[in-house]
């Protein structure tokens, strides 16, 4: 490889020093005017103003990085910058004996006016005033050891582990996170979207779950470089490593969906394309009349009462222990389902036979209520800001649980106690016991009860529209499942409407 001349690279060491280049970097910004000298001296381009571009391009021939090829356009662009600067050029009596005479007088002629030429008009190329841009841009780029682009092709030595060390280290100061980002702001603009919709807690919680394994996932990769293709990935891993089930793995794009529109504020692409696992025909577990009454004689109450409740009027188990006591109308037998799945409000009949379990439960709510107050406890929990509308409403019996917990709870910021309806956990532990005792071998949970209501009105004939509006379902599909469930009648036994008795 030819030499720079000694005076010129102690000048351009003063320039390094001036501007200032980082010390680990200096190394690397001589080396590229030295290969650059080399290019220069070894083919016919020396005499062309494009001469830098010509060299790059033979980098990129080299198969070196960007981020290489961009340290040598800022080294060339600094040496570029001695120059203009007159300080005194003296390779002309330097140059080694292999270059021949006229190459020498073009080079010592020409070297000035070309390296300004290419300072003026490629501004691509050269930045003599941002001697740092190679240090940022080494974030998204690979950086590898650079090689010398000598005419025989040969590699130099790699660069020095501490050279590479001290480079790593900028590097990371300087790239944008990738990963490990904080996700605080995106799990608080969910949440927010959610309660602006004023959707249960339950879809809150869901919701927030799968946004959390989205994002160790992604390995907290920063929230605004998301896309669908981490989406559709996820969706992927799901499927085939967790192999989860269909309803599962659309609850997590459902969530995700929502997470995109409306927290990230951007429509994910093509994800509306992406493949989603189709559900399975699912067939509710029903009991027969016989095993319900099986089911209850081991239930205690206030266990029994709920069961009969979700089965006599088809609720869910989530709409009957929120049930107060203005939810009933005992003498309309009316019962009324405030904020039902959906936030919607519908009514059903109460099973008259139930009645009077219905005003001996609220016998004891009554005492427990009445001991509260003496004790002065601050009354039952109201949804939303009922309890700052109505400044007396939690502690009126009216607005008392029906089935209240039996224990209070302490109000964390005020730290009033109060009560709260009895926990889920409690009534379907209480359940799957006393199946157990009744030896039925089925798989019975809170819900079944309200299959067997929903299967035991179509056995009766009742109006599919009708049973649509008891259980609150928004689409008469939802309700056609139990359609599956009864047994068809035989062909040989379905009669011509012409033969109906005429009442």
């Known amino acids: 490889m030819i030499a720079v001349p000694s005076d010129i690279m102690s000048r351009f060491q003063i320039l390094l020093d001036r501007k200032p280049v980082p010390k680990q970097f200096q190394a690397h910004y001589k080396k590229w005017i030295r290969y650059y000298w080399d290019f220069c001296q070894k083919y016919d381009p020396i005499f062309k103003p494009e001469s830098l571009h010509l060299f790059l391009d033979k980098l990129r021939q080299k198969k070196q990085t960007e981020f290489q090829i961009q340290q040598a356009s800022d080294a060339i662009s600094l040496y570029s910058e001695m120059v203009k600067e007159n300080i005194p050029f003296a390779a002309a009596k330097k140059i080694p004996k292999k270059t021949t005479n006229d190459a020498k007088r073009h080079f010592t002629a020409s070297v000035p006016s070309r390296l300004n030429a290419v300072q003026d008009n490629s501004s691509e190329y050269s930045r003599p005033s941002l001697p740092h841009a190679t240090i940022a841009s080494a974030s998204s780029r690979n950086l590898k050891t650079a090689k010398a682009p000598t005419e025989t092709g040969q590699e130099v030595d790699q660069e020095s582990s501490e050279q590479k060390t001290a480079l790593k280290a900028v590097e990371r100061k300087t790239q944008p996170r990738q990963t490990g980002a904080n996700w605080k702001a995106a799990f608080d603009g969910l949440r927010d979207e959610i309660k602006v919709r004023h959707y249960s807690p339950k879809t809150l919680k869901s919701y927030t779950g799968w946004l959390r394994r989205f994002q160790a996932f992604t390995k907290s990769k ?62 509710p577990v029903v009991l027969s009349r016989q095993e319900i009454d099986m089911v209850l004689q081991h239930l205690s109450q206030p266990y029994g009462l709920i069961v009969k409740l979700l089965y006599g009027c088809g609720l869910r188990l989530f709409e009957c222990l929120k049930l107060r006591i203005s939810s009933f109308d005992l003498y309309g037998g009316m019962l009324t389902i405030h904020d039902g799945k959906g936030g919607k409000d519908r009514t059903v009949p109460l099973p008259e036979t139930i009645i009077p379990e219905i005003r001996k439960q609220f016998e004891t709510v009554a005492g427990l209520h009445e001991k509260d107050m003496k004790a002065n406890f601050a009354g039952a929990f109201l949804i939303g800001q009922l309890d700052k509308k109505y400044k007396n409403a939690a502690k009126e019996y009216v607005w008392q649980w029906s089935f209240p917990a039996f224990a209070l709870t302490t109000v964390k910021d005020t730290g009033e106690k109060k009560r709260y309806h009895i926990h889920e956990r409690h009534v379907q532990r209480a359940i799957k016991e006393a199946v157990g005792n009744a030896k039925l071998y089925k798989r019975v949970t809170a819900h079944t009860f309200r299959h067997s209501f929903a299967t035991h009105l179509l056995q009766a004939n009742y109006d599919i529209r009708t049973i649509q509006d008891l259980l609150g379902h928004s689409d008469i599909r939802t309700t056609m499942i139990y359609t599956h469930v009864i047994k068809s009648m035989p062909a040989k036994e379905v009669k011509s409407p012409l033969d109906f008795d005429v009442e």
Do not use: C
């Not at 269909?246 to 969530?255: I, K, V």
């Not at 529109?261 to 994800?271: F, N, Y």
């Open 222 to 283: 920063p929230s605004e470089t998301l896309s669908d293709t981490d989406i559709k990935d996820f969706l992927t891993f799901l499927a085939v490593k967790k192999d989860v089930a269909a309803s599962t793995q659309n609850q997590a794009f459902n969530a995700l969906l929502f997470f995109f529109r409306h927290v990230l504020k951007k429509e994910p692409g093509e994800i509306k394309d992406a493949v989603r696992a189709k559900r399975k025909p699912y067939m």
